[in-house]
């Protein structure tokens, strides 16, 4: 084992855009466009709310609190996960206004201006921390079109993106088109369903209704199946309780693929976006590995929004076990105050633990191969 060396990861296929800053450096983002904030910033703004200065707010603990977990801790799903992307999405929204008005501008191009600066910061970031090729999960596809990379990160890293949405949005022909339209333009590589905290109902489990999921993976698959190198991704197994969800997703799969003639994929390339709590059951294994799906491991953030009680319970030795790939990501470093790098250490300590010599090599070799499928 002396001769396997850790290395950074190169990828970071699970990131969602409101994630990816540091803390520290979204509230110097804050400093720079605006000159106070709404307090506290844990709270949406009210008529209670009180005005600071954004003057030293980088060094300010609660506020650092308010848009990330420290590292170590953990939090119920309405304090982490929910408030913190919340607070970050609002705290911009309060910054675009203040922006606009302080420069006479409207507001969409304010929006542009300081989402495209802190766009960049995160490119930025992820090259200190070795990535090469990063997917980044976002649901506005105005805003992803109007990204202009800087000179900075520019031959340095490879960035695309995933249209996404949350599990009880429509999934109708205008998405559709946006789908083809990113992916034609090179905006987006894929898809990623979002929101599956909860166990599915039975009304998302019906083939007709307003709710059905069959309806929705279905309008996403007839899209994607025709673009090659797409992803399609799930949001499924994060929490406990949602043992079932994957495997009831990739029933309602097979059966749209029957129906449809589609063949095993890719395209699209599946992944299951955590993929922490399932059923081990050899349909579930079996139809992995038919239709080469990755799964993507985020320690850090399943450890602070409590899905799981220790990193022992995270399944890597499982998955590889069955020639299941992993990919190694972060679900947002910035808000959970983590890296690839820290990620990357996680895994490879928990092999070491489990003496299997071939695993962390498996792990590279296996995202040395996508990378090289989607940049050559």
Known sequence: ????????????????????????????????????????????????????????????????????????????????????????????????????????????????????????????????????????????????????????????????????????????????????????????????FMGMETPLDQDELKKTGRKSYYRKIKAVLETLIYLPKSVFRIHSGESKGTEENTENIFKIIDEIKEENGYEDFPPPEMRIGHGIHYEKSDYYYNFMKKNHVIVEINAVSNLALSNIDSIDDLPYIDYLSHGIPIAISTDGHGAYSTTTIIEDKIAFYNYLKDKNKNAYRYLLDSESQYMERKIG
């Open 1 to 192: 084992m002396n001769n396997i060396k850790i290395k950074k990861t190169k990828t970071e296929l699970h990131t969602h855009l409101m994630g990816m800053l540091t803390a520290k450096e979204f509230l110097n983002l804050i400093q720079e466009y605006s000159d106070y904030i709404y307090w506290p910033l844990n709270i949406t703004e009210n008529e209670n709310s009180t005005y600071v200065s954004t003057d030293n707010l980088s060094k300010n603990v609660d506020a650092i609190r308010s848009i990330s977990i420290p590292l170590g801790e953990s939090r119920p799903y309405e304090e982490g996960l929910k408030s913190l992307y919340r607070n970050r999405s609002e705290l911009l929204s309060f910054v675009v206004r203040y922006y606009a008005f302080k420069n006479n501008i409207n507001e969409l191009d304010a929006q542009k201006i300081i989402y495209n600066d802190y766009f960049n910061r995160c490119l930025l970031e992820l090259i200190n921390n070795g990535v090469k090729y990063v997917e980044i999960s976002f649901a506005n596809y105005e805003l992803i079109e109007s990204f202009v990379q800087s000179q900075d990160t520019k031959d340095k890293i490879n960035y695309t993106f995933l249209l996404c949405t949350q599990r009880t949005n429509k999934i109708g022909p205008s998405m559709q088109e946006k789908i083809r339209n990113a992916y034609n333009k090179g905006i987006a590589v894929g898809f990623d």
